[in-house]
């Protein structure tokens, strides 16, 4: 039988989200964990971060990384870690960049970024800079990133608005412990001349551990959504689509973009899919391979496939699968269910079946729970434990 032969609209007729859908010549964007190193043992910490890998990447390496995103006209690197700050090449290698068109955001817990940082950033152009925060009282946060991370970002944020380095992020992973914080976390961005950001938390690296204590609930779900709701000044990386299916969609991309408009380059330059799939599952290639991560991105058959439209599963019967899109990839891995499942935080509760035959280490059809393919936390430091303020509305062995 002749291979079917599939009609496309020209591209220049097409949706830009199809474009999107179908994967795009170059990312518009990546994530790069500059190094695994880390001062903190953040319990959700989606890498795993704590000890630096020996055969990271050089200064010379990512110096032909950063010729290579230049080559494709990448608009910007989301620089992070670990704590990329400890890396002694961390200026010269966001120089380099910025000195290449290639903008630069990087996300750091502030412990590092000190008066002299802080002005040395404020002169840069073509620069972001995101200081992780998760509660807006210490309390809160340092449950979640250890006991002196809230002074220590609440430091760097007074650092930057010092310098005058204009508005900066604060990055909130939202969580059932600072969901109602979300009024005084905005206030207190606002109050340094800053924008929030909020991302959603994935069962990613140690979060896997502390994913199903630290979920919002599903009516604190509502809430979030019911709030993100008209506050267009509140950033969320697209992470919340699938609370779209509550109603009205929230703005941004409302798909899936592993492999297709985002993909992450690990501090050994491997290549994943996407910064919350760092497993072999998802691996495509590595940066130190003849032809670069270029190769990778334009022949990976891993992200071939993952541009390929997807089977809608156990979604197919949504009426809400338009705004959903079955939801992340990543938390759905995670946590024991296969990729074609619902969300494992369908708001429609879809999942909730599937989740309670999730077993200590058996997913939901009788295969092993997959683990984040390397554990770099520091051996002999506690990882914070969360305190849960709330009753978790399931126990799982
Ligand atoms: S797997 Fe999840 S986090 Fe990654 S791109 Fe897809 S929706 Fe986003
Ligand atoms: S059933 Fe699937 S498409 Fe429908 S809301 Fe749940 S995760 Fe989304």
Redesign the pocket.
């Known amino acids: 039988m002749p291979p079917e032969v599939v009609h496309q609209p020209p591209a220049a007729t097409r949706p830009l989200v199809d474009e999107f859908r179908l994967g795009l010549d170059a990312p518009i964007c990546l994530t790069w964990e500059l190094t695994y190193a880390c001062n903190l043992s953040c319990s959700h910490c989606l890498s795993s971060s704590g000890r630096r890998d020996p055969r990271e990447l050089s200064t010379e390496e990512c110096f032909a990384v950063v010729d290579e995103l230049q080559r494709l006209q990448v608009f910007y690197v989301n620089l992070g870690g670990g704590e990329p700050m400890l890396r002694p090449d961390f200026f010269p290698i966001v120089e380099y960049a910025i000195d290449h068109q290639v903008g630069v955001k990087f996300s750091t817990n502030g412990t590092f970024l000190d008066r002299d940082a802080a002005r040395r950033l404020a002169a840069m152009d073509y620069l972001d800079v995101q200081i992780s925060l998760d509660g807006a009282t210490a309390a809160v946060n340092d449950a979640v990133r250890g006991a002196g991370a809230h002074r220590a970002s609440l430091q760097a944020m007074e650092h930057l608005a010092d310098a005058g380095f204009g508005a900066f992020k604060v990055s909130v992973v939202v969580t059932r412990e600072n969901v109602d914080e979300l009024d005084d976390l905005r206030a207190l961005a606002e109050s340094f001349g800053a924008q929030l950001r909020v991302t959603r938390l994935r069962p990613s690296g140690r979060g896997a551990d502390t994913w199903d204590r630290l979920r919002p609930t599903q009516a604190q779900q509502r809430q979030l959504y019911a709030w993100l709701l008209g506050r267009d000044d509140v950033l969320t990386g697209d992470s919340f689509f699938?609370l779209s299916?509550f109603g009205e969609a929230l703005p941004g991309l409302n798909l899936c973009g592993a492999g297709r408009v985002v993909f992450l380059i690990d501090t050994v330059g491997e290549v994943y899919a996407c910064p919350f799939v760092i497993h072999d599952e998802f691996l495509a290639g590595n940066v130190r391979d003849p032809g670069g991560f270029t190769d990778v991105w334009r022949s990976s058959e891993l992200f071939a496939s993952l541009r390929e439209p997807g089977s809608?599963g156990?979604?197919t019967s949504?009426?809400?699968?338009d705004?959903?899109?079955?939801?992340c990839m990543a938390s759905k891995f995670f946590v024991g269910l296969d990729l074609d499942d619902?969300?494992p935080e369908?708001?429609?509760g879809?999942?909730e079946e599937l989740l309670d035959r999730v077993g200590a280490g058996v997913g939901a059809h009788g295969a092993p729970v997959p683990r984040p393919t390397a554990d770099h936390s520091r051996p002999g430091v506690a990882v914070p434990s969360p305190v849960t303020l709330r009753p978790t509305r399931r126990t799982r062995p």
Do not use: M
């Open positions: 699938h299916a809608e156990a979604c949504c009426g809400s699968y705004a959903c899109q079955g939801g619902p969300d369908c708001v429609l879809n999942a």
